[in-house]
């Protein structure tokens, strides 16, 4: 099993050689990055190059670690033996099967996605240590140990939200999705949107990274942003021309795709007002 | 080769621990990776880096561990483009030394030697420096043709040449530098103290569970909701020297603004006087005074004073030192006032640590609120700061 990038997605050389040491070692793999920069993305391509089913595990502020492994429904057991339902005698018709649980027993080997570990509780990791490391967990109530047939391969995505714990952090390879060159971005557009007309990538490109150059602003527009930007670009049949920094344009057509914050777009309009006034007359 | 590897990162603060390295030594044992240096650094780097915050320091401790021994089969690419090379003919040199170029066998030969020079080159000193040929004697470099020195480099040899490790991209994500909202709220995080208070409008599940036992009948519990119960009294140092460091100082109010429920703010310049204000373009007119803060606020309130402590040494210790008015009694009094009243209290320095030994005036603020009381404006000293707050 080898991850070398997919058509829809441009994994760069170190993304792929972490990605690869994590299949191989069995270990899991924790990615960070800006948002937006494809980290999501990651594990469902890396799912279908593998050929490894997906199993998604949204995490959120409420979500607990044992929830990824079952959770037990005892008040419908409790309704159901009140009524005298004859199921109510075996407990594990109430026993639901977790993400986790899905995963290790999963016939091929798959790709479980821990989607924005950052979101859970701060003791979300380390409730996680002992199932991660071993790949095993015990269900009380069935009084038996549930086993990964094959380790899964593990990919979880972090916003930095919060501090991951040092034991957690020991199990995983990491690896941090820095911010596209321009090489790389020109290959991401690529493959996104084939046979895009050059000219109106370069001028997009010059906006974007201008735009993320300009100082203070709330939200840098990342990858996604880009993306979503040129295919509006695209539908409206934008000229390239109007890209150019025109003196009488203050900002970029259909700059919404791209600042998510009025006060990012203020700031904006603000610099490239003083920008046209330093420009020759 | 590889312990030495380690003990330097540890050296370098990166937080690396056996298993770590044991989890490096099993991948090149399963043999996860070809033998290219460029791929053992981003396999080193996955297995031993945790967090971004470091990606810095292990490139430089890398590129310093690994030094000479880069460069086993990976090819240096130099490509100068000609037009490159032709525009800038065309607008250095002059006539006469055009001529000379075509007395050389003109643009063609002249390509063509530059790239059997190339090659010499490599074979010299492999992958030493950027710049090919920065010597006298030929043509190409910046003392060759041109009386105000082309340089060859730069725009024609990026990429690969520099080893990845020595670009240092993460510069700007080692913790000791950057400062972004965002990063404030995860070390203003710290300081939360959740408690329940207010009016009971959460149901209790667990109580009432446990009650409707007890009683025999449904019998619902509710519960004041959770809150942060950290209250925050925040003094700004503005104008003057702090000019300069009025964007931290944003960053850091906004972010504390949105992360504290009790949270009071005021401002003060160059040192804590009789009185303070609250709106800065009517500070002549609405203050308010500083006994009164202290009998306002009681002594739960965490006390966080931001300024550069830089002022002369008197304005501090006596009375009348202060730049702006005739104060009545030293600043050095009010600073003790507060540190009686306030247990809990910490003072961010935006100035860098290293100019602190420097400055007499920060060692007089230091000895007042307790040494280690003092933190820099960084993300770490936030950190460290709200590590005191929250003892």
Known sequence: MRFEGTEGYVATEDLKVAVNAAIKLERPLLVKGEPGTGKTMLAIEAAKALGAPLIEWHIKSTTKATQGLYEYDAVMRLRDSQLGDARAADISNYIKRGKLWDAFESPTRPLLLIDEIDKADIEFPNDLLQELDRMEFYVYELNKTIKAAQRPIIMITSNNEKELPDAFLRRCFFHYISFPEEETMRAIIEAHFPGVKTRLVNEALTVFYNIRKAPGLKKKPSTSELLDWLKLLMTDDIDPETLRADPNKLIPPLHGALLKNEADVQLFERLAFLARRELPR | ?391
């Open chain 2, 1 to 391: 080769m590889f312990q030495r590897f380690f003990t330097e990162l540890r050296a370098a603060r990166v937080p690396v621990s056996l298993k770590e390295y044991l989890m490096l030594i099993e991948a090149l044992e399963k043999d996860a990776i070809p033998s290219n240096v460029t791929d053992f650094y981003y396999l080193s780097r996955a297995a031993l880096v945790k967090d971004e915050r470091h990606l810095d320091k292990f490139d430089r401790v890398f590129g310093h561990v690994f030094k000479g021994i880069e460069n086993t089969g990976e090819a240096i690419e130099a490509d100068i483009p000609e037009e490159w090379l032709k525009a800038l003919t065309e607008r250095f040199l002059s006539e006469e030394e055009k001529a000379k170029i075509e007395a050389l066998g003109g643009w063609e030969k002249l390509m063509e030697t530059l790239k059997e020079r190339l090659e010499e080159q490599k074979a010299r000193h492999e992958g030493g420096n950027k710049w090919i040929g920065t010597g006298g004697t030929s043509p190409f470099g910046h003392s060759g043709y041109n009386p105000e020195g082309i340089r060859i480099g730069g725009k024609g040899r990026h990429g690969r040449a520099v080893k990845v490790w020595d670009k240092r991209e993460y510069k700007n994500l080692d913790d000791s530098v950057e400062l972004g909202v965002r990063n404030i709220k995860v070390a203003l995080r710290r300081l939360r103290k959740f408690a329940r208070a207010g009016a009971p409008d959460e149901l209790d599940l667990d109580g009432t569970i446990a009650k409707s036992a007890r009683e025999g009948y449904l019998d619902i519990v509710l519960r004041p909701e959770r809150r942060n119960a950290v209250k925050v009294l925040l003094l700004l140092d503005v104008g003057g020297s702090m000019d300069s460091h009025i964007e931290l100082c944003q960053e850091l109010f906004s972010a504390a603004r949105t992360e504290f429920k009790h949270l009071e703010f005021f401002y003060f310049h160059n040192c804590l006087y009789e009185s303070v204000w609250k709106d800065n373009r009517r500070r002549s007119n609405e203050r308010t005074m500083t006994w009164d803060i202290m009998h306002k606020y009681p002594g739960d309130y965490r006390v966080v004073f931001v300024g550069d402590a830089t002022m002369s040494p008197y304005e501090i210790t006596h009375a009348g030192g202060s730049v702006d008015h005739w104060n009545e009694e030293a600043g050095a009094l009010w600073l003790q006032r507060m540190t009686h009243v306030y247990e809990r209290m910490v003072w961010l320095n935006p100035t860098s640590e290293a100019h602190w030994e420097g400055t007499p005036s920060i060692g007089v603020i230091q000895k007042i609120i307790g040494p280690q009381r003092m933190f820099p404006l960084t993300i770490a000293g936030l950190d460290g700061a709200m590590r005191e707050l929250s003892r």
